[in-house]
């Protein structure tokens, strides 16, 4: 069976327990999404509108899981999201009988990919204890009044959630409070240290980041990206953060050693260090994605250049999918069959909480 779970808020840069056996891909159904539930916190949090008429493109994981009943359970833990509240906030594709425009507009978008079922939060809009999407303007005086610790957790959420959940809300908040999409953790630190006294998290990766590359890298050392590769729930040895899936091993050409980082953490090392890392033409894919993502931080090798030796099992066809390496044939076949692209963005790895 094939189950998935949409995705659009916190849930995609902060997953906790839920058991996901693939990245979030970008290309989930369009829904109604907007800032339109206070949560306890008092963020404005992302749920859906049924009677909005703007949609946004959700996205979407594989669970690991084994009957939709048990996707309902494991995304209402991550939820917390407990006993009757379940079947009524946990919402399951296929609902026999439904005449729900939502479960309907899942329903096609599943069939086409042919998922089995689906599961998604289904918690309804709230606002000043009704149930009820505030107007833009009382959403926005809202936001604008809160205390500066709730303002903080608010802007932050606004901020983290995937570029793609383009809201008129969004935009309205973007424009009045310059609460901008945060698109790597680069930008969300800059922010941190210029509006606040600076979020713990934040400053940690910075100095555990500082540390680790002052051990790895001296001045003029010249760093060659060695292999890329897909491993679920691996570690940044950069940064430490955990869970990343795309793994990239960078090798010092003067001492021979090796550090494994997620993708963000090249752009960083660059922001550290001020020194691109070398693409090989092998790993040129790679390369180019990340120049897209982090302009500058990639430096992308010509032919003619002498390359570090490869084994035979690291030397391998350009045009083969790089996803086959390092990962069991099982994976593989799924990851195929699934049709996905892996070299969609993954979200997973933009920021270190
Ligand atoms: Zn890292």
């Not at 990766?205 to 679920?232: G, H, I, L, M």
Request: glycine share 6%; net charge negative.
């Amino acid at each position: 069976m094939r189950i998935a779970c949409l995705g659009w808020g916190s849930l995609v840069w902060d997953k906790r327990t839920l058991p996901t056996l693939t990245p979030w891909f970008q290309n989930g159904p369009f829904l109604p999404l907007e800032f339109a539930r206070q949560s306890s916190d008092d963020r404005l949090t992302l749920v859906i509108a049924a009677s909005y008429a703007v949609c946004s493109r959700s996205l979407w994981t594989v669970l690991s899981v084994e009957s939709p009943e048990q996707a309902r359970h494991v995304l209402g833990e991550r939820e917390g999201v407990q006993g009757t509240n379940l079947s009524k906030h946990i919402a399951v594709w296929p609902c026999e009988g439904s005449e729900d425009p939502i479960q309907k507009r899942v329903g096609a978008w599943a069939r086409e990919l042919r998922l089995s079922a689906v599961v998604w939060t289904a918690l309804p809009p709230r606002f000043n204890g009704a149930e009820r999407v505030p107007a833009l303007d009382e959403a926005l005086a809202y936001l604008k009044g809160l205390p500066d610790t709730s303002q903080r957790k608010a802007e932050r959420y606004v901020r983290m959630a995937p570029v793609q959940i383009d809201t008129p809300y969004r935009r309205r908040f973007e424009e009045a409070l310059g609460w901008t999409p945060v698109r790597s953790i680069v930008d969300y630190a800059s922010v941190q240290h210029s509006t606040s006294s600076g979020d713990a998290t934040t400053k940690g990766y910075w100095e555990t980041a500082r540390s680790r590359v002052a051990n790895f890298w001296k001045k003029n050392d010249v760093v060659n990206c060695e292999r890329v590769y897909p491993k679920q729930g691996g570690t940044c040895e950069m940064c430490g953060y955990t869970p990343i899936h795309w793994h990239f091993a960078l090798s010092n050409q003067r001492t021979g050693a090796v550090i494994t980082v997620a993708r963000n953490c090249i752009s960083n090392f660059y922001v550290l260090t001020g020194q691109k890392i070398h693409f090989p033409p092998h790993l040129r894919k790679a390369g180019n994605l990340l120049s897209k993502l982090y302009p500058g931080s990639v430096l992308q090798l010509e032919p003619a250049v002498t390359l570090p030796e490869l084994t035979p099992e690291e030397e391998y066809d350009d045009d083969a999918p790089h996803y086959g390496i390092g990962m069991s044939d099982e994976a593989f076949e799924q990851w195929d069959s699934l049709g996905l692209d892996p070299w969609d963005p993954d979200p997973n790895d933009l920021a270190p909480f």
